[in-house]
């Protein structure tokens, strides 16, 4: 499968942004 640049550029973006959300909410599950 073949995805166009910006799509990994939001998937990339929405990773980061949805991991430290997950750090700032939960800093003691890592």
Do not use: D, H, Q, S
Request: charged share 20%.
């Amino acid at each position: 499968m073949r995805f166009p640049p910006f799509g990994w550029c939001v998937a990339l973006f929405l990773r980061k942004t949805l991991r430290c959300i997950w750090e700032g909410v939960f800093p003691a599950a890592k």
